[in-house]
């Protein structure tokens, strides 16, 4: 039976592995760690272990408390230098409050610092989850972050949601839960009169888009409204849960949860589709090396599940080498699919709008069974 409730949450048959992702207001404040906060928090993750589930945390915050601890003004944002070096003074501090924290209730924490790179590419990919596996299996909570210290801005996830849901997949966990400065996902802005907040979404679609603010309250995290979004999106490949809830509470994941005499609060995304494992790694992608645009003919073959032909592509755009990842767009610049191409650019620009028959004399090789085949793509 799949999760249909935001109590669900809390039964191990339903949800076995949680992957709990904390924002960076919710560990540091004004006058530093919020350590009464944090103790409720893992005190939440004991109970949920002694519910017999797994869990995982991945956990904002090393950028402000280095900051704090350096004395760089903008939160340690100012820069990318003030940034690195923040994080490597702030991460020592984190991850000792998690070890200890959780070392209070017998649990032993397991630090992972991870770039985009470890991520995307597919071979260190299957490294993350063999080590996550090895760890949940030895009775470790991994407390997971983004390395900060050495990451850049092409490098770099840029905010612990989009993080949290690939290590959710990597992990194959059953639901992701992020805590935030909000109770969960409004109709339109949560400041605006009339506002309602929805509590369970059925799939990411356009229409909820549109609902998304990339406001954080606080204007310490760097994820809004927006990156959570994508986060329930990527989760949803994997056929994984998500849920956005406030954590500015005592016992966050209870206020979440609910009980028999009370409702839940927070915003629950269920997924409407589940792609296989390679497919939902790919799908999650953050960095893609090109852009192929198609004409509507080849974009509704694509949607019947067909492979992509030369003769639908319109452009190519972007330096890539076969095998590379690249989006697939309709003429509109609306994506359609990631996928991994057949064909370097150079070789995809020269067989533009060619039939398989014309393709031969221009390649000088026999062409190969599709520019993207379907079985290396996932629809959007």
């Given amino acids: 039976m799949p999760i249909a409730r935001l109590s669900d949450l809390a039964d191990s048959s339903l949800a076995p592995r949680l992957v709990i992702k904390v924002g960076s207001a919710l560990l540091v404040g004004p006058e530093g760690v919020r350590r009464a906060w944090i103790t409720q928090l893992v005190a939440e993750i004991a109970e949920a272990r002694g519910r017999g589930q797994d869990v995982i945390v991945v956990s904002s915050g090393a950028i402000a408390l280095g900051a704090a601890t350096l004395g760089l ?9 003030d940034a690195q070096a923040s994080a490597a003074v702030g991460q020592i501090a984190l991850s000792g409050l998690w ?48 390395n900060d210290s050495v990451a850049t801005q092409e490098i770099r996830f840029g905010d612990n949601d989009r993080l949290a849901a690939r290590v959710a997949q990597a992990a194959q966990a059953s639901a992701v839960v992020l805590l935030s400065d909000i109770d969960g996902l409004y109709d339109r802005h949560p400041k605006l009169p009339g506002a309602k907040m929805i509590p369970v979404v059925e799939g990411v679609t356009a229409e909820v888009r549109a609902m998304a603010s990339t406001e954080s309250n606080s204007g310490m995290g760097s994820g809004g409204m927006v990156s959570k979004l994508q986060a329930a999106e990527i989760a949803e490949l994997a056929g994984i849960c998500l849920v956005i809830g406030n954590g500015q509470h005592e016992r966050p994941i209870a206020r979440i949860v609910g009980a028999k005499d009370r409702e839940g609060i927070g915003t629950l995304f269920v997924p409407k589709r589940k792609a296989a494992a390679r497919k939902a790694w790919l799908g999650g992608r953050l960095r893609l090396k090109g852009e192929i645009v198609v004409d509507d003919g080849a974009a509704a073959a694509l949607g019947r599940g067909s492979s992509l032909l030369a003769k639908g592509i319109m452009a190519v755009e972007g330096v890539f080498s076969r095998g590379d990842p690249v989006a697939i ?48 793509m996932v629809l959007k």
């Fill in 99 to 146: 070890a200890e924290l959780l070392g209070a209730h017998g649990i032993t924490a397991a630090q992972m610092l991870l770039t985009l790179e470890d991520l995307e590419d597919r071979r260190r990919y299957l490294n993350v989850t063999a080590t996550l596996t090895r760890l949940l299996d030895a009775g470790a909570v991994p407390v997971i972050n983004e």
């Fill in 329 to 376: 767009l309709d003429g509109a610049g609306k994506v359609l699919a990631h996928g991994l191409s057949e064909y370097d650019a150079a070789e995809c620009a020269a067989i533009v709008g060619l039939h398989s028959s014309e393709q031969e004399q221009v390649l000088g090789y026999s062409p190969r069974s599709a520019v993207v085949h379907r079985d290396q």
């Fill in 73 to 81: 003004e903008k939160g340690g944002r100012g820069s990318l230098a």
